[in-house]
T-cell receptor, first 112, second 113 residues
Framework: KQEVTQIPAALSVPEGENLVLNCSFTDSAIYNLQWFRQDPGKGLTSLLLIQSSQREQTSGRLNASLDKSSGRSTLYIAASQPGDSATYLC???????????FGTGTRLLVSP | EPEVTQTPSHQVTQMGQEVILRCVPISNHLYFYWYRQILGQKVEFLVSFYNNEISEKSEIFDDQFSVERPDGSNFTLKIRSTKLEDSAMYFCASNRASNTEAFFGQGTRLTVV
């Protein structure tokens, strides 16, 4: 059974810092991994999707990497801004399944 | 920009009542999903739907739950007899193919009293 863990559970940084969020998963037989952002009481906004054959994806100040064999992904946020404050979720889809398995999330606070 | 739309945003219902949560997936998407998130917990998968039938469901998705695509645009989740523990945020999602980016709606907060 796939288990997804995110570390740290919470992170507080001053504006302008570069930061890394971590995601690990126990079963490396994945189709893809997707990073989401969730604002309090709101829905999930897709940030990046990495297919199992890819090593990284970039979108603006965000860069996500994937090391399938070690069961790890990182989300790098450059030059953080207060508007980046949210909970960041990673989710994996295993080969042969049609569902995302989510981690518990990292709650990020970027202070001005 | 196309988006997944869910209604209502918040629903309060009495225990034992039936509720229907509604979703309009993105128009050219073929795969549809329901997930839920109990306050303070992980987002959990409920069911996936493709080609007018359930393709996968979780242990949570028991006989009290059903899904339907009544027309070409709507996708609904029905809970027949709600329990207190069904209180959660319910998210609808869709994607074009099963291994492509999944897009989520803003959610329906269901409160069972």
């Amino acid at each position: 059974k796939q288990e997804v863990t995110q570390i740290p559970a919470a992170l507080s940084v001053p504006e302008g810092e570069n930061l890394v969020l971590n995601c690990s998963f126990t079963d490396s037989a994945i189709y893809n991994l997707q990073w989401f952002r969730q604002d309090p009481g709101k829905g999930l906004t897709s940030l990046l999707l990495i297919q199992s054959s890819q090593r990284e994806q970039t979108s603006g100040r965000l860069n996500a990497s994937l090391d399938k064999s070690s069961g790890r992904s990182t989300l790098y946020i450059a030059a953080s801004q207060p508007g980046d404050s949210a909970t960041y979720l990673c989710a994996v889809m295993n080969t042969g399944f049609q569902k995302l398995v989510f981690g518990t999330g990292t709650r990020l606070l970027v202070s001005p | 920009e196309p988006e997944v739309t869910q209604t209502p945003s918040h629903q309060v219902t009495q225990m034992g009542q039936e509720v229907i949560l509604r979703c309009v997936p993105i128009s050219n998407h073929l795969y549809f999903y329901w997930y839920r998130q109990i306050l303070g917990q992980k987002v959990e998968f409920l069911v996936s739907f493709y080609n007018n039938e359930i393709s996968e469901k979780s242990e949570i998705f028991d006989d009290q739950f059903s899904v339907e695509r009544p027309d070409g645009s709507n996708f609904t989740l029905k809970i027949r007899s709600t329990k207190l523990e069904d209180s959660a945020m319910y998210f609808c999602a869709s994607n074009r193919a099963s291994n492509t980016e999944a897009f989520f709606g803003q959610g329906t907060r269901l409160t069972v009293v």
